[in-house]
């Protein structure tokens, strides 16, 4: 059973290598040995016993994370999540700085052999043709400070595996006890599922533009009146991707759709093609095939996921509440801040 932490640093720094979307330029600069260039001092955000997290550190380990949920999360909701992100990297690199002293005190060691056999597997999932190095120097880092990570991170889950408890036991009772005590949590939206194809129109305010795509659409609608086949239309002429499913846009709820697009898909007939329909994409033919009302889930649709997450609660319990003893024997400061110990 694996207890470490996703967001513990060096998983991010080796999740940013394989995806290559991190950069470094706002890295404060290094200047090689024997340079004569004076570095300001940085400021120093935390000290666990004797190593120290400065500000830029903070900022470059908080801009991986935010890069990497730019892609599932929006641009306004990501800039409330700076805040809550900025305080997880130093709550991460405090704990990963403990669980790596506490390892070393305990002496655990990870051989050549195994860091090398995971260094495998994490160049398997690069790029076809793209090497560990090239991913690893694009980050401005060396392989070797790859492997140090690797060394460190399996010896950090290895004292997780012998300190954390072996088995996490998640009863019926348990499950049942939190469905009942959410049961608002539990209710499933309306939701419909649609195929469509779209005639795109780039600029609305394009009335040529505009006139040839309704024009196109119109033709395209007295194909499906005359009886041809709604999906290959829409791999054939669909500017939309679903086009290559055959417009199939799968399920979706009230509020993932424009306005035009969801009043159609939650009033036409099921099955039945209905008319053209204009939004600000330009024009859809939509062909609703399911609807389903709103309704709560019942306690075996849900059960699984419940457990989960009650199984993850658990984890996440035993983990800080590790940390914490740690941190007991630890010196902790923040600048300008009373020590704790």
Not at 84 to 112: G, P, Y
Not at 297 to 321: C, G, M, T, Y
Request: proline content about 5%; charged content about 30%.
């Amino acid at each position: 059973m694996t207890f470490i932490r996703p967001s513990i640093v060096s998983s991010i720094c080796l999740c940013a290598f394989l995806s290559g979307t991190v950069s470094h330029a706002q890295d404060a600069p290094t200047p090689e040995k024997g340079n004569a260039v004076t570095e300001t001092p940085q400021k120093i955000v935390v000290r666990v016993n004797d190593i120290e997290l400065t500000e830029q550190e903070a900022q470059n380990r908080a801009n991986m994370q935010l890069q990497r949920m730019a892609a599932q999360v929006p641009p306004q909701q990501l800039q409330a999540m700076v805040p809550r992100v900025s305080q997880q990297v130093v709550n991460d690199f405090i704990a990963q700085t403990l669980l790596s002293q506490e390892a070393e005190k305990q002496t655990i060691d990870i051989d050549d052999e195994t860091v090398t056999a995971e260094l495998k597997k994490i160049e398997a999932r690069l790029p076809e043709g793209k090497t560990l190095e090239e991913a690893a120097a694009a980050q401005g880092v060396s392989l070797d400070e790859v492997k140090k990570d690797i060394r460190r991170d399996m010896a950090i889950q290895k004292l997780l595996d012998e300190k954390m408890p072996k088995d996490i036991a998640v009863t019926d009772e348990d499950v049942k006890a939190f469905y009942e005590a959410n049961l608002d949590k539990m209710r499933k939206p309306e939701s419909a599922q649609a195929s469509h194809i779209l005639i795109e129109v780039e600029d609305m305010n394009d009335t040529a533009a505009k006139t040839a795509a309704k024009a196109e659409i119109d033709a395209i609608k007295k194909e499906l009146d005359a009886g041809a086949d709604f999906a290959a239309l829409a791999k054939e002429k669909s500017g939309c991707p679903s086009g290559q499913r055959g417009g199939d846009l799968g399920p979706f709820g009230r509020g993932q759709m424009v306005k035009p697009f969801e009043d159609a898909a939650f009033s036409q007939a099921i099955g039945v093609i209905g008319p053209v329909v204009e939004t600000n994409f330009g024009y859809h033919i939509i062909k609703v095939t399911g609807r389903q009302d709103a309704e709560t889930a019942s306690l075996d649709e849900v059960s699984a996921n419940i457990k989960r997450h009650l199984e993850s609660q658990k984890k996440s319990q035993a983990f800080n509440e590790y940390i914490d003893t740690l941190k007991k024997d630890a010196t902790i400061v923040f600048p300008g801040q009373p020590e704790t110990n």
